[in-house]
């Protein structure tokens, strides 16, 4: 069953206006890029840009040099100098996303870079934590359980350690030279028990920002007539349409098929961001959909966790300037 409510007590222009101002006070109007120097990483771009453009906000690109340089063999205690090759990577990394923000300019995307030296992964975290980001967007392409059981990458790193949203886009289902991807016309939200609530104020700023509407897709575990009318009093009430279909069996072939059968729309989920054995044993909605997802998909950290990364991100930028 479907249910749909059209809105109409407010101008488009204005209820845009309004979606920015929330998406504003999430500061998705401040996304954190990293990029590796491949063409790859960059396929997330068009999708940051189409968030700046939205939120009148900026990208600031990313890039993390190794954590130990190049020259080993030290003996213990003694002091590691930045060398030659270090800074060599340090003006190749600058002269590269100086190009990359180049490019960027003429499409009237706003946008800034930094460079950092340590461990990708922790370097991102720390970054966007401390710097009130709000969201983290990465071209990856997600491993498999068994293989990350084995060998951890960037995307199982952060999603151990991120403290904001992760806008994640797989590059194979992307096109590198082709036509720039379309804007969404809906925002998918898989709607589970608990996990859903904290995404629902980013899917609303987006939809209402993007002009899109917003299809509700309820689990059976979360199916109430008392919760699809608080969805729909949601939605409604920020002037955005809304449609709430029930969820079946597989609710992530559902949400995927959903995705491929409206181009460009993009998915906006909640998670519990479970990691390690948990992660691949019982594995979660988001998770699955991440892996499997031909468009863009927002994972929304639940904000205990959030709370507890910040905290920790803070931690540790403290304890390494008291140590230098």
Known sequence: ???QLDTTSRTQDEIRRLAVGRGNS???DRVLV???GYRRSEQVLPFVSMLADWFGGEMTLFHSLPPTHPARGARPGQVHYPDAPHDRGTSLAAAYLEEVVSRLGPHGVKSRWGIATGNAAAMITSRSATSSFGMVAVATTARSRAHR?????????????TSVPLLLVNPHHATLNGAPPLAPKTIIVPCTRGSSDYALPIASAIAGASRSKVKVVLARSASSGAAEDELINMFTADDIDVEIEQGSKD???Q???LQSENPGSWIVSGSKMRSGLRRSLLGSVSDSIARQAIGSIVVVPDP???RQRKRAAHQATRDLATSL
Not at 154 to 161: A, E, V
Request: hydrophobic content about 50%; charged content about 15%; cysteine-free.
């Open 26 to 28: 999430l500061n998705l």
């Open 1 to 3: 069953m479907t249910q």
């Open 149 to 161: 059981l084995i060998a951890h990458g960037l995307l199982d790193d952060l999603w151990r350690t």
């Open 251 to 253: 609710i992530v072939k």
């Open 304 to 306: 205990k966790l959030t």
């Open 255 to 257: 949400v995927l098929n």
């Open 34 to 36: 990293p990029l590796n």
